[in-house]
């Protein structure tokens, strides 16, 4: 090779080297999202979200906390994949969180009633709802105060409270169909054996942790919940703190993953990646299990003039269908103060999706 060719050859390594360091840093994959459902006039707030991976139905549960009781109409709906209505049943004053599917049923935590229901998957506005276990003050109410190491040197004590109210939030079966369910004010991981057999059911309690309780703005600590592959490791938000948690199944303890993720909501593991609902940051997140955020879905694009949000308003949930990642837009407003939110312009609700991006981790 002549000294003009050896040079060329060199400069086009040089450029393929920058191209992959490039590649290498070009930071998170940005995804937009699409509208999907919007809901029925009189339902507002969806919260949780689960398909039947047998027929691809997408089953929505509402957050629906209004005052007065009255005025609330919370719902479970089914829809087809495509988002056609099939059927709804009502849950009156009572809201719901987390719902999941297992073995032709749906399961439902009655955040209202500090309950988890049951229902057959094919429900219609009539079929029965079955208590499974109620949820009950835990003693002490609050798990031990936090102990905060600062940069110049000096500790914080953070020290929680809690009325005593089970706030059941998100939950997670095994393969085993063991189910773990997070409490938000106690700051707890519950496991229940063999969830779709029992009877009756025991509840244990996994953890209790001061990192599953929160001090923030937003008063949910413990929240979503999502099993690793091999189920060696069970991951959970904590929304108030903004943390992606890591919790042992065999021993309850906990550590911190990720940080900064503020109103870390619902969670899902898919495709090697944990999948969060970033509720205060208008923004579905693709996290790796070292903490890393390699996607970034949707953003807050205003309000449409049907009244419901363009992109994402409040995510809370997600769901895989096919090759597509739907989401919740709870868009439930937070402070008693009037023209701070964005989500006091809602009129109505809706579910939204994405392509989930097939990408190298």
């Known amino acids: 090779m ?8 060199t400069a086009l390594l040089l450029l393929g080297v920058a191209g992959a360091v490039q590649a290498a840093d070009a930071g998170p994959v940005r995804v937009k999202v699409e ?7 009189d339902v507002r707030h969806p919260e949780g979200l689960a398909t039947n991976p047998a027929n691809g139905e997408i089953f929505v549960a509402t957050f629906d ?12 709906m089914r829809y087809t994949s495509d988002g056609r209505l099939l059927a709804r049943r009502s849950f009156g004053p009572t809201p719901l969180t987390g719902i999941e599917y297992a073995d032709g049923k749906l399961y439902i935590l009655n955040f209202g009633a500090s309950k988890l229901q049951r229902i057959d998957a094919a429900f219609n506005a009539s079929t029965r709802v079955e208590d499974l276990i109620e949820f009950k003050a835990l003693t002490p109410p609050a798990p031990t105060a936090r102990s905060v190491q600062n940069p110049d040197g000096s500790k914080d004590l953070v020290t929680f ?15 085993a169909r063991n189910l773990y369910v997070s409490d938000s004010f106690q700051g707890a ?11 009756p059911c025991t509840l244990q309690v996994l953890s209790r942790d001061s990192l599953l309780a929160t001090a923030g703005a937003l008063p949910f600590g413990a929240n979503g919940l999502a099993f690793n592959a091999d189920e060696s490791v069970l991951y959970l938000n904590n929304a108030g703190d903004g943390r992606l948690l890591r919790l042992t199944p065999s021993t309850g303890a906990v550590e ?16 090697g990646l944990l999948w969060i609902a970033s509720n205060q940051a208008d923004v579905v997140l693709g996290v790796n299990e070292k903490g890393r955020t390699v996607v970034r879905a949707g953003e807050f694009e205003g309000i449409g003039s049907d009244g419901a949000p363009r992109g994402l308003l409040f995510p809370a949930t997600t769901a895989v269908v096919g090759d597509w990642m739907v989401v919740t837009n709870l868009a439930l407003p937070l402070t008693a103060a009037e023209g701070d939110e964005w989500e006091e312009q809602v009129s109505r609700w809706n579910l939204v999706r994405f392509r989930i ?3 190298n981790r």
């Open 35 to 41: 509208p999907f459902i919007t809901l029925p006039e």
């Open 161 to 175: 409270g809690s009325s005593g109210f089970a706030a059941p939030n998100g939950m997670v079966f095994d393969k």
């Open 357 to 359: 991006p097939d990408i």
């Open 65 to 76: 906390a209004r005052m007065p009781e009255s005025a609330r109409n919370n719902q479970v």
């Open 2 to 9: 002549n000294r003009l060719g050896h040079a060329l050859a």
């Open 256 to 271: 911190i993953v990720a940080e900064s993720v503020f109103g870390a909501d619902g969670l899902l593991f898919h495709k």
């Open 189 to 199: 991981v519950y496991r229940i054996e063999r969830a779709t057999s029992c009877a």
